[in-house]
């Protein structure tokens, strides 16, 4: 089994085909990763059935889960043409927290009854470090030390790596998360749900002059605060019957973005990093990446932005997070739990 690290690249990888689970919150995913090289990912997304409630609905996902996920498993294996698993996967890479319980009891089910019925290894993968892993299948994985934004519906943080597995915290919300605020303000403007998506749409249609929301935090280290945005967006709304809704997605977008941006550039200055990281299903919005590959041009140092589809939730960055834990930690015993609340880990 050949396998290596990059002492200089957020990088791991060795031959091993494996099968990567995700069903931590609203999709169902799987994909098969050989050597780095993402051979299928098939992604079955709940959008439509959480729509009207303008939020995951816990039960309705894990149903959903449970009713999708064999075929996407299935899916998966046949567009990377694998037809005896057992022989042809080496491992199983699962995400066991954090995520709602429910779903998460989906994936680890399917993925306990495979590696026993296949006879493979089974690895549980923290979600987050699946988001950081995501830009490792890239092209060019970033050079490290790195310091990686990663921003989704639950997290918003900031991370420095100097290798895979080696994690500081250095900032991180201290109240809603970016892409929980994108969701609730999208819910505001009655933009629908996931919100992030459709107010990136909706700003597109915006040229400057926005409405000047507060960045809450912006010179005080690398904490972040989203609430108070969202209130003003609220107060704004309640005072401008007839605002437009493009105008203030747009206004809030800017708030957000100038924040992220601002900080994780601070950051990366002050820790002294050869690259800029972005992951999590808000690293797919289209003005963030905009702003952090000039940002990074700027400072002079690497950007590494996944494709937003590697972006949100995806087995193809669980496999690769597998691979990397598989290798240092070996399989995980198979009555291994989920994990609602894993927090990954970092040395100080
Ligand atoms: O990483 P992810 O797929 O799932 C979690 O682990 O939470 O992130 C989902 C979040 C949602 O809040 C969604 O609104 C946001 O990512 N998101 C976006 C965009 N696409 C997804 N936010 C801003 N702009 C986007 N284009
Ligand atoms: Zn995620």
Redesign the pocket.
């Known amino acids: 089994m050949a396998s290596q690290m990059s002492e200089k690249r957020l990088f791991w990888a060795n031959d091993y085909s494996i099968l990567g689970i995700e069903t ?4 169902s995913a799987a994909s098969v990763v050989r050597a780095n090289t993402v051979l299928s990912s098939v992604i079955s997304t709940q959008g439509q059935i959480h729509s009207g409630f303008g939020g995951v609905v816990p039960e309705l996902a894990s149903r959903e889960h449970e009713r999708v996920i064999i075929s996407v498993i299935d899916e998966a294996l046949k567009r990377a043409r694998i037809s005896n698993p057992s022989r042809e996967i080496d491992a199983i890479a699962v995400t066991k927290g ?2 709602l319980m429910g779903s998460l009891l989906v994936g680890v089910a399917a993925a306990k009854s495979l590696s026993l019925a296949w006879g493979v290894p089974l690895v549980g993968v923290d ?2 470090e699946g ?1 950081i892993f995501a830009s490792s299948l890239e092209t060019y994985p970033a050079e490290l030390p790195a310091m990686v934004l990663l ?5 918003t943080q900031l991370i420095y790596v100097s290798g895979p597995g080696s994690y500081q915290l250095v900032g991180t919300s201290i109240d809603d ?7 609730k303000v ?1 819910r505001l403007l009655g933009l629908g ?9 909706a700003s597109r249609q915006v040229e400057g002059d926005f409405i000047r929301f507060p960045r809450a935090m912006l010179n005080k280290g690398y904490d972040f605060s989203f609430s108070g945005l969202k209130t003003a967006v609220l107060n704004y709304l309640e005072t401008n019957k007839v605002a437009s809704p493009e105008l203030v997605a747009a206004s809030f ?1 800017e708030a ?1 973005i100038d924040v992220l941006v601002k900080k994780t550039f601070a950051a990366a200055k002050a820790y002294g990093v050869k690259s800029v990281v972005l ?10 990446r905009h702003e952090v590959s000039l940002a990074a041009q700027e400072m002079g140092i690497r950007s590494a932005i996944p494709a ?1 589809i590697a ?4 087995g193809s960055m669980i496999a690769a997070a597998g691979a990397y834990r598989l290798a240092v930690e070996g399989p995980s015993d198979p009555a291994f739990g989920v994990e609602p609340s894993a927090m990954l880990k970092y040395y100080e």
């Open positions: 931590s919150c609203d999709e954090p995520g979600h987050m988001h921003v989704s519906g639950g997290h998360a970016a892409g929980e605020a994108f969701d999208a749900f996931p919100g992030g998506p459709a107010i990136d749409l977008q957000v992951g999590g299903g808000v690293a797919a919005n289209s003005r963030l937003p972006c949100t939730d995806n």
